[in-house]
């Protein structure tokens, strides 16, 4: 699940020596929607914000109603109803034929701003999180209400809700979002419960021309990226994004340079046979979700038997068939077959996939 947490954590660090922030979280859908429940934005006292709830239509209207959560210091609701008929929704044109409602919350400087510092310090450590939000008045404790329990057993928030999550935890949950209830004998969720993953994390392993653009697709997704080469023409940090970690190591001494066990993804580009089989070999040992490897089959079979992992699954030609001939459209097949994988999804088209429901 993309929550866009980093984006978010970068906006608080800024404002951090704001009095409040106000928390805007999707929580539930009807329909068709941008995004879905456990979507979050930030806004400040200033109107700034970062974050999405929509394509970028209704983030206006709602600084007008965090206006009012900076007044009160209450929790509000909010619905958008975008079905449309033959009026524009909100003369926006939307007629996205869903409705969004949505939980506006202060997060105040004098209580460390509810949970963002937890989720900070989760966030760094690399460890996923259970977020759970009150989103009903009835519930016996106040709306906006919260708990955060991340995977390495650090809490804070409400222990009512904290319970709650304790009982996820083993194991970690698949689900993104689960709505429960407080009180067992209502109708109604008045819990939303949010899985914030890890960061993602891919190494790039070959840092030469085609690197790049691989990096920058990567970066834009949000994701932690780590790009290795021996090569110190080609392992400089200012050839990538700033967000990228670069490092100068043998293939052979990868496992010594980084965390393997970390990665969640690691793309194989050195264009050299004997150093991408020596890669290979070094992430084999792990289990990483998804690795690719550049060139043909046969290279891909090749690389397998020098590493010894013939029962690995290797992604090679790496990336979907988009047609791509240049690095830049190579880095995008490549990236959204990382990206597919990584969410158990099959990257084809998803006109196909509607018209097929339908």
């Given at each position: ?6 984006a978010?954590?970068?906006f ?8 409040a ?28 914000y970062?974050g999405?709830i ?5 983030e206006?209207d ?7 959560v ?6 509000a609701?909010?619905?958008y109803?975008?079905h449309?008929?033959d ?13 969004i ?12 701003f ?6 900070e ?8 999180a ?6 009903r ?9 919260f ?9 804070t ?37 949010i ?10 392993c ?11 697709a990567?970066a ?9 080469d021996h ?13 990228c ?6 293939p ?14 690691v793309v ?6 004997d150093n ?8 084999s040992?792990y289990?990483?979700g998804?690795i ?5 089959r046969a290279?891909?079979?090749r ?5 010894a992992c013939s ?11 988009i047609?791509?001939?240049l690095?830049?459209g ?11 994988v990584?969410?158990?999804?099959n ?7 509607v018209?097929e429901?339908?």
């Amino acid at each position: 699940m993309h929550l866009g947490i980093r984006a978010l954590l970068d906006f608080y660090r800024r404002h951090n020596q704001d009095d409040a922030l106000v928390l805007v979280t999707i929580i539930a859908t009807e329909g068709s929607t941008y995004r879905k429940p456990g979507a979050m934005m930030l806004i400040s006292p200033e109107g700034e914000y970062e974050g999405m709830i929509s394509g970028g239509c209704l983030e206006g209207d709602l600084l007008q109603h965090a206006d009012a959560v900076f007044a009160s210091g209450e929790a509000a609701f909010v619905t958008y109803d975008m079905h449309a008929d033959d009026d524009l929704v909100w003369s926006l044109g939307l007629g996205c034929d869903g409705v969004i409602h949505l939980m506006l919350q202060r997060l105040g400087r004098e209580d460390d701003f509810g949970f963002l510092r937890q989720l900070e310090a989760s966030r760094a450590a690399r460890k996923a999180a259970l977020l759970a939000l009150v989103t009903r008045p009835e519930s016996g404790l106040p709306c906006g209400s919260f708990a955060l329990l991340d995977q390495a057993g650090a809490v804070t928030g409400a222990p009512q809700l904290l319970h709650r999550l304790e009982a996820h935890t083993r194991p970690w949950p698949s689900w993104r979002t689960y709505p429960a209830r407080l009180d067992p004998a209502a109708d109604q969720a008045d819990v939303l419960q949010i899985n914030i993953p890890a960061a993602t994390r891919i190494m790039i392993c070959g840092a030469g021309p085609d690197a790049v653009p691989l990096a920058r697709a990567l970066a834009e997704l949000d994701w932690d990226i780590v790009v290795v080469d021996h090569r110190p023409a080609f392992a400089k940090a200012g050839r990538f994004p700033p967000s990228c970690t670069v490092l100068r190591s043998r293939p052979e001494r990868l496992g010594e340079t980084a965390d393997l066990s970390e990665l969640d993804g690691v793309v194989i580009m050195s264009h050299h046979l004997d150093n991408d089989g020596e890669y290979l070999r070094q992430v084999s040992a792990y289990e990483i979700g998804y690795i690719g490897v550049l060139g043909p089959r046969a290279r891909r079979d090749r690389l397998r038997e020098m590493a010894a992992c013939s029962d690995l699954e290797i992604h090679g030609p790496a990336g979907l068939d988009i047609g791509a001939e240049l690095p830049s459209g190579i880095a995008l097949s490549i990236a959204a077959e990382i990206h597919a994988v990584l969410n158990r999804r099959n990257g084809l088209s998803l006109t196909a996939r509607v018209d097929e429901e339908s």
